[in-house]
DNA sequence: TTGAAAGCGTTACCAA
DNA sequence: TTGGTAACGCTTTCAA
C-alpha cells in the first residue's frame, strides 16, 4: 500500500523544512502572499465570486498567472468530499468478449464527454470476473473517481447485481433487463440482427441461414440470437437455419464455420454474432475452396475496424461505440448532478452497413 | 464479501457513539470509534507499524473489514503531496499519426505494470499538438498525477522540449535523439526496417524496391528510411529504388502506390512504413489487376492487428507495444522513485514477422 | 504502547 | 467588501 515511492524517511540533515524554490508547488498562500491579502480572498477571487471586488480579481488572476498557479486537486478534492475524475472500468475478460477496437471506441466517446466538463478519466482493468469488483470498487470507495462506466460484465456477473443495488453511481454498458433500476446504456441488438438478418432473406433470397452466436450467457449473443430468428420469422418466407456457438473470436468461428459445413452441407449464408467469427468462418469457408459470396454469403456485426479490412469486404452491423461511450458519460454526469437519468436505461440503434461478403447490391 | 455501500448500521438505539449518516463514507475516525483507540493507532495498525500491538491491529483490521474502510485518495494525496496515479497522455493527432490499436496495446503495458504497483491510470487526450501541452500540464502541475507517460509527438513538438528542460517526470514514446536529458522509450526503427528490406532483397531476390515513407518531421518515419537504405546497402547486391511520401493514413498509402506504379514500372516489391499505407498500396496494387506477391511483393511495419487480417497476411516488423508500455511505465516509476532511470533513452527490439505478401518462404 | 495535535491545500462560514 | 478560521481525511511527530 505504499503510495508510489517506498517514502524514505526524510529527517536527515538539522535543516527545518527547506522549501526548495523550483520544487515546490505554487499554492493559494504564495498568491495570496504576492498579492498581499488572504487565502480566502484569492479563492474567491479565482472562483470569481461576486463580493470580490473587479480591482482586487484583476490582481489575483494577474499574481495567479505570473507565478504559475494551479489548484491542487487532491485539496479540492479533499475539500469538496469528491472528486472530479470519473473512471472506465473494463474488465480483462472483456476485451475478449469484445475486441480490443471496441473499448478505442469507447474510450473516445467518454473522453470527449469528460473533456468538455472538464472531468478527468481514469481507466481501470480488472484481472477477471470473480477478482474484478475489487478493482473498480476500490477506485470508487476511495474516492479516486466519483463515478464509474462498466464496459463489459457478463449477465450473471454476480458483482454487477451488487453495484446496482447499492446505488453507486455507476453507468453499465449493455442491456440489463434483469436490473432495472441499474443505469446502462445496451445497442438494440435485436433489431440490428434482424435487420441484417431480413437483408439476406429478402434482398438476396437467402432462406438456408446458419448463425455462429456468443456464449449464451450473455446478453448481448442472446440478443443478436432473438434477432435472428425474429428476422427468418418475418420474412415472409420458409427458412431453414442452424445455430453453433463460439467464444467470440477468431479461432471458434472457425471451428463453429467447420461444424455447419459440416452438417448442413446446402448452407446458403452465415451470419456470426461479431466480425471476429464472421473472419474466422471466411478462413474455414475458403480453406475448402469455397467463394465468399458466391458460395456462401457472410454476415457479422460490430464493424469496429476488423470488418473493413477482409477480402471480401465484411457486411455487419456497426455498433456505435463511440456515441455509446459519449452517452455514458453523460448518463454518469446527471448521474453525479444528482438529476435521475431518464430513461435509466438507454438504447442506442445500430446500422447495417453494406460490402461484398453478402453478394452483390441490389443497388 | 464487503457490501458496496456503506452499510447505514441502523442504530435506532441510543448509540454510544455518534451514527453515521447512511450516504457517508468510512473514516479512520469510525474506524477509531468501533474498536475504541484514536485515529493514529488505526492508520498505524493498518500501515502494519511495529509499535502496535499485535492484538489491536488484528482487532483493527477486522473493524476495517466489517465497517469496509477504504482510504480516502484526496486525503491521502495531500498528506502525501503526491496522487497515486499517473497519466498517459495522448494528443489526438497522435491517432492519426499511430493508428487506434498501437494506443490500446500500449495501455495494456502500461496498466500492467501499474496494476502491479497498485497505481491508478489516467487517461488525457488533447485536441491537438498545439493546445497539447495545456491538457498534460494541468494533469500533471495539479498533482492529480504524479507522472506522465507522452505516448506520440512530433520531433520538432515544442512542448516536447518544454516538458524536457522543465524536468517534470515525463516519459515519453519514441526516439528523441536531440533531446538527452529526455527519458524515453524508442523502438530500434533502423534496424527492424533494415531487416525486413534485406529480406526482401536477399531471401526472395527483389532488387527494385520502393519505400513509401511518412512525414519525415517525424522521427520514426526517418528511421524507417533509414533503415531502408541501409538494408539495401548491405544487402550486397545491386538495388534500384525509389521513394513516396504518406501520411501513415490508408488512403495516403493507396495514393503513395499510384505514383510509385505509374513511375516504376518494373518496380518488384513495395515497403510501406506502416501496415496501414501497405493494406492501401494493396488495394491499388489490385485494382490494377496486378497480384500481391506473385507480380509486386509488399511489406508493412508495425504488427497493431491491421496485417493480420489482409489477405494474403502482410510481412511486417512487429513493434513490441505493449511491452514498451511496460517498460514505460517501470521508468516512469524509477524517475518518481527518484533513481535515476538507466539508460535515460532506451530502445526495444523489433520483430520481424513473415506472412504471404512478400513470397513464398524460403522455409 | 498509545493519544493528541499539527499540517497538507482548498473552500465555506462567520466576524469585522 | 474583506480576513480569519475551521474542516475535509490522512500521516507523522511529539508527549504521555
Known amino acids: 500500500m505504499v503510495p508510489l515511492a517506498a517514502a524514505p524517511s526524510r529527517r536527515s540533515g538539522a535543516g527545518p523544512a527547506a522549501p526548495r524554490a523550483p520544487g515546490r508547488a505554487v499554492t493559494l498562500r504564495d498568491v495570496a502572499a504576492e498579492v498581499g491579502i488572504s487565502q480566502s480572498a484569492v479563492s474567491m477571487a479565482l472562483a470569481d465570486h461576486p463580493r470580490i471586488g473587479q480591482p482586487t480579481k484583476d ?23 469528491r472528486s472530479s475524475s470519473i473512471a472506465v472500468v473494463v474488465p480483462n475478460t472483456g476485451q475478449h468478449v469484445f475486441g480490443h477496437l471496441y473499448f478505442m471506441h469507447l474510450l473516445v466517446g467518454v473522453t470527449a464527454e469528460a473533456n468538455a466538463r472538464d472531468v478527468a478519466l481514469m481507466v481501470s482493468t480488472n484481472p477477471d470476473e470473480s477478482h474484478g469488483v ?3 470498487e476500490r477506485v470508487l470507495r476511495s474516492r479516486a473517481a466519483s463515478g464509474a462506466i462498466v464496459a463489459s460484465a457478463s449477465i450473471n456477473d454476480p458483482n454487477v447485481k451488487r453495484m446496482a443495488e447499492a446505488a453507486l453511481p455507476v453507468v453499465l454498458i449493455g442491456r440489463f433487463p434483469h ?14 440482427a434482424e435487420q441484417i438478418t431480413r ?13 455462429i452466436s456468443g456464449p449464451l450467457d450473455h ?6 440470437y432473438e434477432g435472428f430468428r425474429a428476422g427468418l420469422a418475418r420474412s415472409g418466407r420458409a427458412c431453414t437455419h442452424s445455430l453453433a456457438i463460439g467464444d467470440f473470436s477468431e479461432e471458434s468461428g ?18 456470426a454474432a461479431n466480425d471476429e467469427m464472421a473472419y474466422g468462418a471466411l478462413l474455414e469457408i475458403r480453406a475448402r475452396g469455397l467463394r465468399v459470396p458466391e458460395d456462401v454469403a457472410l454476415a457479422g ?3 469496429f475496424g476488423v470488418s473493413r479490412l477482409t477480402t471480401p469486404g465484411l457486411t455487419t452491423v456497426h455498433v456505435p461505440a463511440e456515441d455509446m461511450g459519449r452517452l455514458a458519460a453523460a448518463q454518469l454526469f446527471r448521474l ?23 453478394g452483390p447490391h441490389a443497388g
Open 59 to 81: 490582481a489575483v488572476r494577474a499574481a495567479a498567472a505570473r507565478l504559475g498557479y494551479v489548484p491542487n486537486s487532491a485539496g479540492r478534492a479533499l475539500r469538496a468530499g
Open 179 to 192: 436490473l432495472p433500476q441499474a443505469v446502462s446504456v445496451g445497442v438494440d441488438d435485436v433489431a440490428g
Open 219 to 224: 446478453q448481448q449473443p442472446v440478443d443478436r
Open 134 to 136: 475489487a478493482a473498480y
Open 336 to 358: 453525479l448532478d444528482g438529476t435521475a437519468p431518464e430513461p435509466a436505461q438507454s438504447v442506442v440503434p445500430t446500422r447495417l452497413v453494406l460490402r461484398e461478403s453478402c
Open 301 to 303: 456485426y460490430d464493424d
Open 254 to 271: 472457425r471451428a463453429a464455420a467447420r461444424q455447419i459445413l459440416d452438417s448442413m452441407t446446402d448452407v446458403q449464408a452465415i451470419f
Open 199 to 211: 437483408h439476406l432473406v429478402e434482398e438476396h433470397g437467402l432462406t438456408r441461414i446458419a448463425h
